[in-house]
């Protein structure tokens, strides 16, 4: 009798003990989901730039783009989102299509397209940019920071230099630039204040010649620029460089599940000569001169700032 008894109280401790696991386990998965659904991304607006040249990019970039961040159809579906592009629309209710057929530069289509931005932050993605990874709370906790400080700027998916961002951190991983640091107003993967990023362009500028001398324009302007360095919120594969389409990178998208029909573009192992000459002899050359201009220009703002002890404040 009281080895029977014995087993029925085993067996009724074990069976509690695994009801309280599946219980915490179903109330982790509960939180986990309202929490997923009380990320918002309010006064936001997402612009991605793009030209008719990369069309068939762009089914494969928003495949990729929602399934990392899927409440952009859900509970974020009110967040904009806009393609520029030049005559060509993208077939897909979610997206707007900004058109710019009488293209002057890569600027005066940003110009365009913030004048239609009804929002206060804009976060502005080029069409290579293909997500592999994107953390929601992440993105929401950096982005409600830059809203409650009012800052003009935050580059979201690139980090660098760890030991000077470190000295420079306003928010767990996140950090101030220097206000007179190179590519300041990089276009990695960034938030905007719409009418900072508007006062910084310049008509007739490339993208190229708006990161270098927009990065000397944001000077002037009031607001940090910030960069994410530690536990980026995102991760993306650039698919497309010097032109061509990166045929490692669409080897990884295509082992995702993504789907990608091949037209125009060529991928950059059908021109092995002209990339190997470029990425060994003039990104090198090109690589020493902008190291020089940085510490040459480092070198003498510290020079200035010693001697003035108020510059730069």
């Not at 990019?57 to 899927?70: I, Q, T, V, Y």
């Not at 190179?182 to 276009?187: A, G, I, N, Y």
Request: include cysteine; aromatic fraction near 14%.
């Amino acid at each position: 009798m009281k080895i029977i008894t014995l087993f029925f109280y085993l067996f009724i401790q074990t069976w509690c003990v695994q009801a309280s696991q599946i219980s915490a386990d179903t109330n982790a998965v509960s939180n986990e989901i309202t929490s997923a659904q009380n990320i918002s991304f309010d006064d936001l607006t997402i612009v991605v730039f793009s030209c008719d040249k990369y069309q068939e990019l762009w089914a494969p970039f928003f495949e990729m783009f929602f399934k990392r961040w899927p409440s952009l159809k859900t509970t974020n579906s009110q967040v904009p989102i806009y393609l520029v592009t030049n005559a060509l629309k993208h077939d897909d209710p979610r997206i707007i299509s900004i058109n710019n057929q009488n293209e002057k530069s890569w600027s005066d289509n940003a110009l365009a397209v913030l004048a239609a931005v009804k929002t206060k932050y804009v976060l502005i993605l080029l069409e290579d940019y293909f997500f592999t990874r994107l953390d929601e709370k992440r993105l929401s906790d950096i982005f409600n920071f830059m809203k409650s400080q009012d800052v003009a700027y935050c580059q979201i998916a690139y980090g660098t230099d760890m030991e000077t961002r470190y000295k420079a951190e306003v928010f767990p991983g996140v950090a101030e630039k220097d206000r007179y640091e190179l590519w300041r107003t990089s276009l990695n993967a960034c938030f905007w204040r719409t009418k900072d990023m508007a006062h910084t362009l310049k008509s007739g500028e490339n993208i190229w010649a708006f990161e270098i001398a927009g990065s000397v324009r944001s000077q002037g302007l009031y607001g940090k620029f910030l960069t994410v360095f530690k536990d980026l919120p995102a991760d993306y594969l650039n698919m497309v460089q010097q032109g061509y389409v990166n045929s490692d990178n669409l080897k990884k998208i295509q082992e995702m599940g993504i789907t990608y029909k091949r037209a125009k573009l060529d991928l950059d192992s059908e021109h092995r000569i002209k990339l190997y000459l470029y990425y060994q002899v003039l990104a090198p050359i090109k690589e020493f001169v902008k190291s020089s201009i940085q510490w040459t220009k480092s070198q003498c703002i510290v020079f200035v700032r010693k001697a003035i002890p108020s510059f730069g404040s």
